[in-house]
């Protein structure tokens, strides 16, 4: 079975740092597409930052220049680096992983995964 496991979420102030941390098991790593998505209670989840089998990254714009999204294939582990943090950015945060073929492609805007998903860390900005 995949498995996606979300840490790292916390509770920080306003201009401060979280690194968030996606532990991924039980499919071939280095072939999917991975990305990190936000949702607030109510809304749409939306795509933070993507990143492809390459390692390209996408972002989406306000987040541009403080978030960096990056993954180490030796551990199997996606991360988000986030900085400069907002009191907007405040959401519930998961990863997510599929195939591009499957997902619509891997950039933001067109990946929009089915199949995999982690179980979200809560971020909160104050």
């Known amino acids: 079975d995949v498995q996606l496991v979300e840490s790292g979420g916390g509770s920080v102030q306003a201009g401060g740092s979280l690194r968030l941390s996606c532990a991924a098991s039980?499919?071939?790593?280095?072939?999917?597409?991975m990305g990190w998505f936000r949702q607030l209670p109510g809304k749409e989840r939306e795509a933070v930052a993507v990143i492809t089998t390459a390692g390209s990254t996408s972002y989406t714009d306000s987040v541009k220049g403080r978030f960096t999204i990056s993954k180490d294939n030796a551990k199997n582990t996606l991360y988000l680096e986030m900085s400069r943090l907002k009191p907007e950015d405040s959401a519930m945060y998961y990863c997510?992983?599929?195939?591009?073929?499957?997902?619509?492609?891997?950039?933001?805007?067109?990946?929009?995964?089915?199949?995999?998903w982690g179980q979200g860390t809560q971020v909160t900005v104050s």
């Open positions: 997510a992983a599929d195939l591009p073929f499957l997902s619509g492609g891997c950039a933001i805007g067109s990946f929009h995964p089915r199949r995999h």
């Open positions: 039980g499919y071939t790593y280095n072939r999917y597409c």
